[in-house]
């Protein structure tokens, strides 16, 4: 790609300026700050302007400006992203593409159960307004309150009820899209069912913005449950969990909405940093799962078939303990613990994260071989391990040995630890990014354990919508 000399920089600003408004065109350092950073301080660019349009029309115009003056683009919504893919690069020729004010909900229709909402809509709004209508809008995470929409399309994020709805490509039946050359793809189609060719729609959620701008979806909702029934599960093992795991399924079906794991040294950081939120057993366990089930019908329905659920959980001997969240305050105790987990770990210093998937029979024996060759590699490092078990997505992370430098800890050991991690997710046949997507962050190590094949397809791809390689450049693919 070719970059825009200063004198078409220029232009190119200022015709951005009057398609959308010059007090939407940021150019000042202390206004542009925000967005040239990630949400962990990983990567700092810088960009020539953040534009900000109001709606699809001054997307596409911008869209099109940008390909006619050769000025690459970087799309951005909350940017609460954790693998830079939000994030310019360095040079100060990019522009970042801000989202924000695409902050519509168009349409809420009850019957087709489904919404239909522009890119820079909260991920918290999208649920408050199908809350307003009776339903439920099931992806929830941990950064919802300040996440748009259009990241969660554009990384295809999970959350914590993938195991009963899916990932957010599941809850998408339709897009709007401005295409790298500034036209506009209407595929708003509230439909379950369409098969009149090539599904372009999955071809853009997941891509980060590198094949084209989502400015708008239609997203499935589902029937708000009459119940929910919240517990903590303490296990010997991992396998056992997903033992546990398999029993539950069998119990409860679809209602199984939840089932997080967490290691016994995550749930010891939660309480040395926070406190409030205590260890909820009298002693200590090596796994500990949070499960939750959604009934449409009752609680006393749901709490019924959770105490048969345990029942024969405690009697074929994997669970070990367990309480039951007896009011909604005490529900929502148990998921602040699971949520606090990633802010426990900040204040514990500098440690290496993962964001892995593994089929979900293999997760027991990916623990068990991993940590081993973490502790070979790094005596004493600890493993902060947990995450979406029920759909084979772990958060494996390495936290520096006690009482070490951490700084000096990455420093050494990043390198060789995410090569002893994404060795075992692929000897494993997994992935090395369940839900956060490549970025900038994983681009080398994609490349590294795609296949040639895989490799090829991605780049013919991206060549036959994005030529001039303008859509977010450097992500997903080098």
């Known amino acids: 790609m070719s970059q825009a000399r200063p004198d078409t920089r220029s232009a190119f ?32 660019g810088a960009a020539c302007a953040v534009l900000c349009p109001a709606d699809t029309a001054g997307v596409a115009a911008v869209v099109k400006l940008a390909h006619a003056h050769r000025v690459a683009l970087v799309p951005q919504g909350g940017n609460t992203g954790l693998a830079g893919g939000a994030t310019p690069d360095a040079s100060g020729e990019q522009a970042v593409l801000s989202l924000r004010r695409l902050n519509r909900v168009r349409e809420i229709d009850a019957h087709n159960n489904t919404i239909t909402a522009e890119a820079g809509v909260i991920l918290a709004e999208v ?50 899209v401005v295409t790298p050359q500034g036209e506009v793809w209407d595929g708003l189609r509230g439909l379950r069912k369409d098969n009149t060719g090539y599904d372009l729609r999955d071809l853009f959620i997941g891509a980060e913005g590198t ?36 029993l539950a399924q069998r119990y409860a079906g679809p209602l199984l909405t939840g089932f997080e794991l967490m290691s016994d040294f995550c749930m010891q950081l939660v309480g040395r940093h ?104 790094v005596p004493g490092a600890r493993m902060v391990t947990f995450g979406h078990l029920g759909d084979g997505n772990l958060h494996y992370n390495v936290q520096a040995p006690e009482g070490g430098d951490p700084k000096r800890f990455l420093a050494e050991n990043e390198k060789t630890l995410n090569r002893i991690v994404y060795d075992s997710v692929h000897r494993h046949r997994g992935t090395i990014s369940a839900e956060h997507g490549l970025g900038q962050l994983k681009v080398e190590e994609a490349a590294h354990y795609k296949s040639a094949v895989e490799l090829k397809l991605m780049h013919a791809i991206k060549a036959a919508l994005d030529p001039l390689n303008l859509m977010n450049p450097g992500k997903v693919l080098r």
């Open 274 to 377: 926070f406190p409030q939120l205590r260890y909820p057993f009298q002693t200590r366990h090596a796994q500990v799962v949070l499960l939750e089930l959604s009934d449409n019908e009752s609680e006393e329905h749901a709490r019924a078939l959770f105490e048969r659920l345990m029942e024969a959980a405690l009697d074929e001997g994997l669970v070990e303990d367990a309480v039951v969240a007896e009011s909604l305050a005490q529900s929502q105790a148990f998921w602040h613990i699971r949520e606090h987990i990633p802010l426990a770990q900040a204040q514990e210093g500098l440690n290496v994260k993962h964001d892995i998937g593994v089929p979900i029979s293999r997760i027991g024996h990916f623990i068990e071989e991993t940590d081993a060759g973490i502790a070979r590699a």
């Open 211 to 246: 094949l084209g701008v989502i400015t708008a979806a239609v997203m499935k909702l589902h029937p708000q449950p009459a119940a929910r029934v919240t517990a903590l599960a303490a296990l010997g093992s991992a396998h056992a969990a997903l033992d546990f795991l398999a």
């Open 13 to 44: 600003l200022a015709a951005c300026a009057e398609a959308i408004g010059a007090q939407h065109v940021l150019t000042d350092a202390h206004d542009t700050a925000p967005y040239v950073a990630d949400w962990r301080k990983r990567y700092q």
């Open 127 to 176: 649920q408050a307004r199908a809350a307003d209508a009776g339903r439920l809008f099931p992806l929830s995470l941990a950064a919802e309150g300040s996440c748009t929409l259009g990241g969660n399309l554009s990384t295809n994020a999970g959350g914590t009820a993938v195991l009963r709805y899916g990932n957010t490509r599941e809850l998408c039946l339709g897009l709007e």
